[in-house]
């Protein structure tokens, strides 16, 4: 991709609003940019923007806000472990430890790929990158999710086949996951369980569907860095 000038960075968005485009390179608010719009500041490719949901495609356009271009960012990619007692958003209404903190010298703006609840823990990838993180995230790229799974007692064979052939959560059926036993326990089960969707709390709820709560979840990095 051909160089945008010396301006502000601006992330990757294929046909995205011109407000949205302009905050995700860190120069104000959506709000602030409709302001800067309705007041001449944004220009693509040389011509004022006169309509704040104006869709581009920033890799085919050259945008200005007051007369300096914005241009590609450099893609940062994370792979940290994710402690048990961390949110996995950007900020927190009831103030509880976001992952971000664990990266306190990082000052570029990254976004969590996929979710690990607040008691979970292991493999997340913080990036700035819109394309690959829609890569790993829509389940029509069937991106590997991995995970090990501490549940209560024993799962019968037919438990395990159920969650391997999908089952049906909020009303939809789950894709075919893969499943391995790990170690046997007196009172619990480790077990590996590969999926490739990542719906909220979906392997905790796979696991209670059959009558085996999670105790402990840990998601493990793969090739694709699940």
């Keep these: 991709m051909t160089g945008r000038g010396n301006g502000v960075p601006c992330p990757l968005f294929y046909m995205e609003r011109i407000q949205k485009i302009i905050a995700h390179a860190g120069i104000c608010s959506r709000r ?9 500041r944004v220009k693509v490719d ?14 085919q356009v050259v945008i200005t806000v007051d007369g300096k271009p914005l241009r590609e960012e450099k ?3 994370i792979l940290l472990h994710k402690p048990r007692g961390y949110v996995t958003t950007m900020s927190d209404p009831q103030g509880r430890p976001i ?9 570029e703006r990254l976004f969590p790929v996929g979710r690990l609840d607040l008691d979970s ?3 997340l990838l913080l990036t700035n990158d819109g394309a690959l993180a829609n890569q790993v995230l829509h389940p029509r790229f069937e991106v590997n999710k991995t995970y090990e799974a501490t549940v209560r007692d024993l799962p019968k064979k037919s438990d395990l086949q ?16 893969q499943l391995r036993i ?6 619990v089960t480790v077990i590996e ?4 969707e990542g719906k909220k709390r979906q392997v905790r709820k796979m696991f209670q569907a059959v009558g085996h709560p999670v105790i402990r979840l840990k998601r493990t990095p793969t090739a694709g860095c699940s």
Excluded: N
């Design 193 to 196: 369980i590969i999926i490739h």
């Design 162 to 177: 159920r969650l391997e052939q999908g089952i049906v959560l909020d009303g939809k059926k789950t894709w075919p996951a």
């Design 182 to 187: 790990l170690k046997k326990k007196k009172d």
């Design 121 to 123: 823990e292991g493999a």
């Design 75 to 77: 893609k940062i990619y």
């Design 99 to 107: 992952v971000t903190d664990l990266l306190p010298e990082i000052k």
């Design 46 to 59: 040389g011509k004022p923007v006169t309509q704040p949901g104006l869709k581009v495609d920033p890799e």
């Design 32 to 40: 602030k940019a409709e302001e800067y719009i309705a007041q001449g």
